[in-house]
């Protein structure tokens, strides 16, 4: 806040001075509307109303708000209906989703992927295995030759309905996996944004009215929409809900385990152990999410609960993302960059942290990712799948936050801290 008031301050001045100085020179006009801009520029990636603007000066973009408080998203119909930021404070409360500036700036589409950004984007499984839809037949599986399908890419999909607190989308779409099979798949989507007073319904207990807020949910839906039924031999898909935010310094997944130390961290190479801590004796573990590591870490059904989070000790921000688990054991579809790897030996949630990558490509971006997925989707002609996933930020002081924490993740926020 007090960093875009100096900001607008210093814009009012250079307004004024310019005004009058009217025969200070051009070259001094021009030297001072620069500094103004670059001013401006400084405050977009932290503040939700400028990322909204920029959004909107290029591509259509949908906001809602809350009536009851200061929560309010921003929806971009033309890449997947993804929720692409959010703000718990208003217009001038912090952006809390991860925007790629520079490439939406840029409006060209770039090859392998389109990293626009989101914190909630819709994906399809599996990434790997044999019947993955990111490598083409024959395909090593390697950084050159991996390819996100444009259809949950660079397609939009249509708008259906709207209303002040939700936006519906459908999508017609055809994907070929590894093997070479044809998917025909119908695709529904809905995003609500969730009125303050709700939240405490996710959450099970009541927030400090101190306390900023805004909670979201997607609802996916999968359909058969062709001939062949979806099987363990023909390849089943499932729903991937991926959402990004800023990295920082001080920034820390947390994912509570059922079980000991149950966590996948083979995706790019065992992430090193100041980077991933099991806490045995509280059943949970903590990953770096400063996006100078290239890492990826996965928890399977039976190892894990349904949701995990982040703490941003630098801007006091808890991001909790709950999901859909069904109770019955179900397959999951295996993410694993390998065509021998099982193809329902897969992870349920998922939590990735960029870096630069080994092959020497520039790295994507100053983020870090919460995802879930849907079991593996086993459907006749005509039949669907649903997956809900739901992302709630809470932003205030730490003595608010840390009964929120210590419920849901049974740790307090200064062991989190030491984790950073």
Same mark, same amino acid.
């Given at each position: 806040?007090?960093?875009?008031?100096?900001?607008?301050?210093?814009?009012?001045?250079?307004?004024?001075?310019?005004?009058?100085?009217?025969?200070?020179?051009?070259?001094?006009?021009?030297?001072?509307?620069?500094?103004?801009?670059?001013?401006?520029?400084?405050?977009?990636?932290?503040?939700?109303?400028?990322?909204?603007?920029?959004?909107?000066?290029?591509?259509?973009?949908?906001?809602?708000?809350?009536? +009851?408080?200061?929560?309010?998203?921003?929806?971009?119909?033309?890449?997947?209906?993804?929720?692409?930021?959010?703000?718990?404070?208003?217009?001038?409360?912090?952006?809390?989703?991860?925007?790629?500036?520079?490439?939406?700036?840029?409006?060209?589409?770039?090859?392998?992927?389109?990293?626009?950004?989101?914190?909630?984007?819709?994906? $399809?499984?599996?990434?790997?295995?044999?019947?993955?839809?990111?490598?083409?037949?024959?395909?090593?599986?390697?950084?050159?030759?991996?390819?996100?399908?444009?259809?949950?890419?660079?397609?939009?999909?249509?708008?259906?309905?709207?209303?002040?607190?939700?936006?519906?989308?459908?999508?017609?779409?055809?994907?070929?996996?590894?093997?070479?099979?044809?998917?025909?798949?119908?695709?529904?989507? +809905?995003?609500?944004?969730?009125?303050?007073?709700?939240?405490?319904?996710?959450?099970?207990?009541?927030?400090?009215?101190?306390?900023?807020?805004?909670?979201?949910?997607?609802?996916?839906?999968?359909?058969?929409?062709?001939?062949?039924?979806?099987?363990?031999?023909?390849?089943?898909?499932?729903?991937?809900?991926?959402?990004?935010?800023?990295?920082?310094?001080?920034?820390?997944?947390?994912?509570?385990?059922?079980?000991?130390?149950?966590?996948?961290?083979?995706?790019?190479?065992?992430?090193?152990?100041?980077?991933?801590?099991?806490?045995?004796?509280?059943?949970?573990?903590?990953?770096?999410?400063?996006?100078?590591?290239?890492?990826?870490?996965?928890?399977?059904?039976?190892?894990?609960?349904?949701?995990?989070?982040?703490?941003?000790?630098?801007?006091?921000?808890?991001?909790?993302?709950?999901? +859909?688990?069904?109770?019955?054991?179900?397959?999951?579809?295996?993410?694993?960059?390998?065509?021998?790897?099982?193809?329902?030996?897969?992870?349920?949630?998922?939590?990735?942290?960029?870096?630069?990558?080994?092959?020497?490509?520039?790295?994507?971006?100053?983020?870090?990712?919460?995802?879930?997925?849907?079991?593996?989707?086993? $459907?006749?002609?005509?039949?669907?799948?649903?997956?809900?996933?739901?992302?709630?930020?809470?932003?205030?002081?730490?003595?608010?936050?840390?009964?929120?924490?210590?419920? $849901?993740?049974?740790?307090?926020?200064?062991?989190?801290?030491?984790?950073?």
């Amino acid at each position: 806040m007090e960093l875009f008031r100096h900001i607008m301050k210093n814009y009012l001045i250079c307004s004024v001075l310019l005004l009058a100085a009217c025969g200070t020179g051009q070259q001094q006009r021009q030297q001072q509307q620069q500094q103004a801009n670059q001013q401006q520029s400084i405050s977009r990636p932290e503040n939700f109303g400028a990322d909204v603007a920029f959004l909107q000066g290029h591509v259509n973009t949908i906001v809602l708000k809350d009536s +009851t408080s200061q929560a309010a998203i921003a929806i971009v119909p033309a890449w997947q209906g993804r929720v692409m930021t959010s703000t718990a404070a208003g217009d001038e409360g912090r952006s809390l989703g991860w925007l790629n500036h520079s490439l939406i700036a840029d409006g060209k589409v770039q090859p392998r992927i389109n990293a626009y950004g989101g914190e909630d984007r819709f994906w $399809l499984g599996p990434e790997g295995s044999r019947n993955s839809f990111y490598f083409a037949p024959g395909d090593t599986f390697d950084l050159s030759r991996w390819q996100v399908p444009a259809p949950i890419d660079t397609e939009p999909f249509n708008v259906v309905q709207q209303s002040r607190a939700s936006v519906s989308f459908e999508k017609n779409m055809q994907l070929t996996n590894y093997k070479g099979n044809v998917f025909d798949i119908k695709t529904r989507r +809905t995003v609500t944004l969730i009125a303050r007073r709700d939240i405490r319904n996710y959450l099970g207990l009541d927030l400090h009215k101190s306390i900023h807020a805004v909670a979201f949910h997607s609802a996916n839906t999968i359909i058969n929409n062709g001939k062949h039924k979806w099987d363990t031999a023909y390849g089943m898909p499932s729903i991937w809900i991926l959402g990004m935010f800023p990295a920082g310094a001080q920034n820390t997944v947390m994912v509570p385990l059922r079980n000991g130390r149950t966590v996948n961290d083979a995706y790019f190479g065992k992430v090193p152990g100041n980077r991933l801590v099991i806490d045995d004796r509280n059943k949970i573990a903590y990953f770096r999410a400063d996006a100078s590591y290239r890492s990826k870490i996965g928890v399977r059904q039976t190892d894990c609960y349904n949701y995990l989070g982040s703490y941003d000790a630098e801007h006091k921000v808890l991001t909790i993302v709950q999901f +859909t688990l069904p109770r019955n054991p179900q397959r999951y579809v295996n993410a694993a960059w390998d065509p021998s790897a099982a193809p329902f030996g897969g992870d349920v949630l998922n939590a990735y942290n960029d870096g630069p990558p080994a092959e020497g490509q520039p790295q994507l971006g100053r983020f870090f990712e919460l995802e879930s997925s849907s079991p593996a989707a086993s $459907l006749k002609p005509g039949a669907s799948l649903e997956h809900y996933h739901r992302t709630i930020h809470l932003q205030g002081e730490e003595k608010r936050l840390g009964p929120v924490v210590k419920k $849901l993740f049974g740790v307090t926020l200064a062991e989190i801290m030491k984790q950073g």
